[in-house]
Structures are given as structure tokens and as C-alpha cells.
């Protein structure tokens, strides 16, 4: 029988599990595909964590809008998404995380990182935007908005691409399930 101090190392050895990025414009649909992919991983049975960019805003309302303060947002959520994905936890996070340099931050930060563009149009954004948020910065009232006073840099080599004009959310949960073989 071994002891407990050396059956622990063997737990910390198992695969870590991937980090599914989630990004795109504001009102692209990002959130609610990547609830959904949360919620079918969790009926498989698949230990997973749901980390959604305004739901953390919510619990750190100082967390502000400017370049610096947005890449250092991403950066702490990069590094937890990290460390639960070595833990065997896998990670769904949407997020703007509108600079291609912070996504890059985060990949190098995790074992297995799969970035998913959820590519939706500004218009169409603008056209679904229940809150207001499009108009208000339009105004001028939200300063350093994504696709209106602040760029949202493309990804360049996203593992997934999912156009949500062409794709109903049933069909994008269904492509990022299959992308591992119906279970990641």
C-alpha cells in the first residue's frame, strides 16, 4: 500500500484540461454559446468552470476600461484560468479581451488553450445590444468601448472560428463539443 505523500504527486500528474477562450465583440454572442458548451460539458460529467467577463467585473467594480487596466484584468483571469486547467478543471471563459497581445499572454499561460472568435459583425452587435451600451458610447457617455473608441484586434490563428450570422447556437455548441470529439 503506499502512503498518502506519494499518491499525491500521481494526482497532479494527470492531464490538464483545456481553457476554451471564448472572444469576441460585445453582443457577438460569446456568452451565450459558451454558457451553453459549459452547461452540455457539465451534463457529460466534465469537471468544468464557467469564468464570464461581466460576472467578474461585477465582483471587481474598480476594474477599469483603459488598455493597461484591461490587460491586467485579462492577465489575472488568464493566470486562474491556468491554474484550474492544471488542476484537471476545464476552463470556459468569454471575454472581449479585444488586444491580441493579452490572448497571447494567456495562451503561453496555459497547457492546452483553444481560442474561439465568436465573429460577428459590429452592426449586427449594435443591432442585438439589449443594454443600450452601443448607443451610450455612440453618445460618447461609455468611454473606451470595444468597436466603437477602442479597437478589437482579430485574432490572427484562432483554433475555432464560429460566424454566428451562418451558425445558430445550437450549431456553434455542437462544432466546439466536436472539436474534441464530443467531449473535451
Known sequence: MTSP???APASRAKAAAPVLWFTGLS?????TIATRVHQALERQ?????????DALREVFPNTGFTRTEREEH?????YMASR????GVTVVASF???????RDFIRKQCREFVEIYVSTPLEECERRDVKGLYGRARRGEIKNFTGIDDPYET???PELTLD????????CVARVLARHGGQL
Do not use: N
Open 5 to 7: 505523500a506519494r499518491s
Open 27 to 31: 453582443g457577438s454572442g460569446k456568452s
Open 45 to 53: 460529467g466534465v469537471a468544468v468552470e464557467y469564468i464570464d467577463g
Open 74 to 78: 485579462l492577465r489575472r483571469t488568464g
Open 84 to 87: 484550474l486547467a492544471e488542476h
Open 96 to 102: 472581449v479581451s479585444p488586444y491580441r497581445e493579452s
Open 155 to 157: 485574432p490572427e490563428h
Open 164 to 171: 454566428t450570422r451562418a451558425l445558430s447556437v445550437d450549431q
